[in-house]
């Protein structure tokens, strides 16, 4: 089952991943984003977000360490262990996010406005 992976583009893909989540077509969203400062902190932001809309705390895993959108996809491959996701994004961001991460080595698949959408919801760990 795969891993609902949001890089950017919030609170339009949490509500799509919460609608993932709930369905049972993923099993976990990796909430990928910077932590770089302070007083700034996206993963934390995305999962209270994702918290006030439902979305169980177990399924919420968090990386402090996507400070690009190839970080988020090589940390989701290495270190997360991801080998299939899925990426929300809205318009050109998703085309941009699976270009990306096909070029690190992922896999994953689109859902949002780009073209890339249109090849369907799922495919080989190959973007995200």
């Not at 177990?58 to 402090?64: C, G, R």
Request: proline share 5%.
């Amino acid at each position: 089952m795969p891993v609902a992976i949001r890089v950017r583009c919030w609170p339009t893909g949490l509500r799509w991943a919460r609608s993932f989540t709930k369905a049972g077509k993923v099993k976990a969203l990796l909430m990928t984003g910077d932590n770089s400062e302070q007083y700034y902190n996206e993963p934390e932001a995305m999962r209270r977000y994702a918290l006030r809309l439902g979305v169980p705390y177990a399924a919420i895993v968090l990386d402090y360490a996507g400070f690009r959108t190839y970080d988020s996809c090589y940390r989701a491959r290495d270190i997360f262990q991801v080998r299939q996701a899925i990426s929300g994004q809205p318009g050109f961001h998703l085309d941009r996010a699976l270009l990306v991460c096909n070029a690190a080595g992922g896999g994953v698949s689109g859902r949002g406005g780009g073209r890339a959408a249109a090849r369907g919801l799922l495919a080989p760990f190959d973007v995200l």
